[in-house]
């Protein structure tokens, strides 16, 4: 299985600042990897998909890169609605793997 | 709009058989692959598996594949996962996602597994 290693675990910002989340694929993925937000009691929502391409209708803060078989969720200035946990997810072969999840809260 | 409803969760014995469900609308149910997903109390999230969109093939995780079923009737749009002798590490709640990046996800159904 492909191992997907987040980090970090948890992380308090303030708002306005700059938000990165990393996700370490264990081996070549390409560009199948996806990101997630969960707010408390809701449902995951997709944010970005295929590494780097925004998903209908999540603001433009949000982008995605990736360097090699690493990828990152950059949160480019942290609003009051965007606390929750943050997965990424890979979709390059079955069985699909998410990270360990990434709770971001406010400072 | 796009909707996925999950129901079938509750509260089960460990050995137990359940069966959850997830209506879909919205959407043309047979053009898609469909998962399932569960998240852990601890909210460790976990694919179960998936089912090609005339449910011809289906993939599973592993450790779940000779305890957990997935099918569909497509025409009811219904998603179906079949999960026998249950034990308590399933306790979770279930969600149904659409196959294109799970773009689309289900509120969930809480299954918990206790004597």
């Known amino acids: 299985d492909i191992q997907m290693t987040q980090s970090p675990a948890s992380l308090s910002a303030s708002l306005e600042e700059i938000v990165t989340i990393t996700c370490q694929a264990s081996?070549?993925?390409?560009?199948?990897l996806a990101w997630y937000q969960q707010k408390p009691g809701k449902s995951p929502q997709l944010l970005i998909y295929?590494?780097?391409s925004l998903a209908d209708g999540v603001p433009s803060r949000f982008s995605g890169s990736r360097s090699g078989t690493q990828y990152s969720l950059k949160i480019s200035r942290l609003q009051v609605e965007d606390p929750g946990i943050y997965y990424c997810?890979?979709?390059?072969?079955?069985?699909?793997?998410f990270g360990a999840g990434t709770k971001l809260e406010l400072k | 709009e796009v909707q996925l409803v999950e129901s079938g969760g509750g509260l089960v014995q460990p050995g137990a058989s359940l069966k959850l469900s997830c209506v879909a609308s919205?959407?043309?149910?047979?053009?898609?692959?469909m998962s399932w997903v569960r998240q852990t109390p601890g909210k460790t999230m976990e694919w179960i598996g998936d089912?090609?969109?005339?449910?011809?093939?289906?993939n599973y995780a592993p450790s779940l594949k000779n305890r957990f079923t997935i099918s569909r009737d497509n025409a009811k749009s219904t998603l179906y996962l079949q999960m026998s002798n249950v034990r308590s590490e399933d306790t979770a709640t279930y969600y149904c996602?659409?196959?294109?990046?799970?773009?689309?996800w289900g509120q969930g159904t809480l299954v918990t597994v206790s004597s």
């Open positions: 996602t659409r196959g294109d990046w799970f773009a689309y």
């Open positions: 919205g959407f043309t149910f047979s053009d898609y692959w």
């Open positions: 089912i090609k969109y005339d449910g011809s093939y289906t």
């Open positions: 081996q070549d993925i390409g560009n199948w």
């Open positions: 295929g590494a780097t």
């Open positions: 997810l890979q979709g390059y072969s079955a069985p699909y793997t």
